[in-house]
Nanobody
Framework: QVQLVESGGGLVQAGGSLRLSCAASGRTFSTYAMGWFRQAPGKGREFVASISSRGSYTYYADSVKGRFTISRDNAKKTVYLQMNSLNPEDTAVYYC????????????????WGQGTQVTVSS
C-alpha cells in the first residue's frame, strides 16, 4: 500500500512558477514509477508527466514539454513537479500517482492516487 499526499498548489500569475510535491508513505516507494496528472474544470483527467522508479527516465505530455520538470528523491519518498511559464490553460487539480514499473501515460497503469492539489493560473 502506498499513500500519496500532494502539496504546493496555489494561485499564480501567468508566466510564474510553482513546484508541486508528492510525499509517499510505505517502504516500497523506490519500486514504483510515479506520474502527475491533472483535471481541469469540466474536463477529464489527463497525463502530465511520469518518471521511472529510479528516476532514469522521464516522459511528458506535449503540452508541458519544456516547461515542466518531474523529479524524485527516493530517500525522501517524494516526487516533484516543477512548473515554469505557467499559463491559464494549466489551471487544474493536479494529482500524483504511483504505478507499476512500466507505467507511463496511461491512468490504468497507476494503482495509487493522491487527493490532488489545486493550481490556478490567472491571466
Amino acid at each position: 500500500q502506498v499513500q500519496l499526499v500532494e502539496s504546493g498548489g496555489g494561485l499564480v500569475q501567468a508566466g510564474g512558477s510553482l513546484r508541486l510535491s508528492c510525499a509517499a508513505s510505505g517502504r516500497t516507494f523506490s519500486t514504483y514509477a510515479m506520474g502527475w496528472f491533472r483535471q481541469a474544470p469540466g474536463k477529464g483527467r489527463e497525463f502530465v508527466a511520469s518518471i521511472s522508479s529510479r528516476g532514469s527516465y522521464t516522459y511528458y505530455a506535449d503540452s508541458v514539454k519544456g516547461r515542466f520538470t518531474i523529479s524524485r528523491d527516493n530517500a525522501k519518498k517524494t516526487v516533484y513537479l516543477q512548473m515554469n511559464s505557467l499559463n491559464p490553460e494549466d489551471t487544474a487539480v493536479y494529482y500524483c500517482a504511483a504505478g507499476s514499473s512500466y507505467a507511463l501515460n496511461r491512468q490504468r497503469d497507476y494503482d495509487y492516487w493522491g487527493q490532488g492539489t489545486q493550481v490556478t493560473v490567472s491571466s
